[in-house]
């Protein structure tokens, strides 16, 4: 149980572009979702809180005009990184939590810009 | 000074060896603390929580010094599946945050 899905799981777009990226909980409801990068040889870097049905919460330097969390559903949180560029090629990965404290990741994105 | 630290490594070991890693974290208020591994460019996995009495898991005990804010976890009788990436993970206000963890290869 517990499983939690990204798609896609590689994307590679031009600078410019938008790129959506959805993180799904399979076999539970979510009432938080959490989004993370992680830059090569690097620690995963919390970007923002995504709670079901509210805006979510950013961490302090990350753009939420360029980065647009969408947690529409119990099941559902979508990231779009817009306008992309270069330096934001990395690691994204998704988590979710139904309760508690514990979190389940999913697979990670991996997004280069062109 | 970062929240979570950890050497990074890299730590290479022969298969069988016993292999420890440390952690230090900053934040006083964290009541939870975890241990997840992350192999290379796969999204990180629960390894084990660390309580305040020290627990074990097979191979595998983690140790928790509060006083100190300070982590541990060693390996016994390492495999070469061991080879990844360690992250300390600490709970301080509902998010997790990691340190960038320590990179072990275990080699045959």
């Known amino acids: 149980g517990a499983v939690v899905s990204q798609h896609p799981s590689r994307v590679i777009c031009k600078s410019g572009t938008s790129v959506k990226i959805e993180c799904r909980s399979l076999?539970?409801?979510?009432?938080?979702m959490f989004w993370y990068r992680q830059f090569p040889k690097q620690s995963l870097m919390l970007m923002a809180t995504s709670n079901e049905g509210s805006k979510a919460t950013y961490e302090q330097g990350v753009e939420k005009d360029k980065f647009l969390i969408n947690h529409a559903s119990l099941t559902l949180s979508t990231l779009t990184v817009t306008s992309a560029h270069p330096e934001d090629s990395s690691f994204y990965i998704c988590?979710?939590?139904?309760?508690?404290?514990?979190?389940?990741f999913g697979p990670g994105t991996r997004l280069t810009v062109t | 000074r970062k929240e979570v630290e950890q050497d990074p490594g890299p730590f290479n070991v022969p298969e069988g060896a016993t292999v420890a890693f440390n952690c230090t974290y900053s934040?006083?208020?964290?009541?939870?603390f975890f241990w997840y591994r992350q192999d290379c460019r796969k999204e990180p996995k629960l390894l084990m929580s660390?309580?305040?009495s020290g627990n074990e898991d097979g191979r595998f005990t983690a140790q928790l010094n509060r006083a100190s804010q300070y982590i541990s976890l060693l390996i016994r009788d390492s495999k070469l599946s061991d080879s990844a990436t360690y992250l300390c993970?600490?709970?301080?206000?509902?998010?997790?945050?990691f340190g960038s963890g320590t990179q072990l290869t275990v080699l045959p």
């Open positions: 660390v309580y305040s």
């Open positions: 988590s979710a939590r139904p309760g508690g404290v514990e979190q389940y």
């Open positions: 076999d539970f409801q979510a009432t938080t």
């Open positions: 993970v600490v709970n301080p206000d509902g998010q997790l945050t």
């Open positions: 934040n006083s208020a964290s009541q939870s």
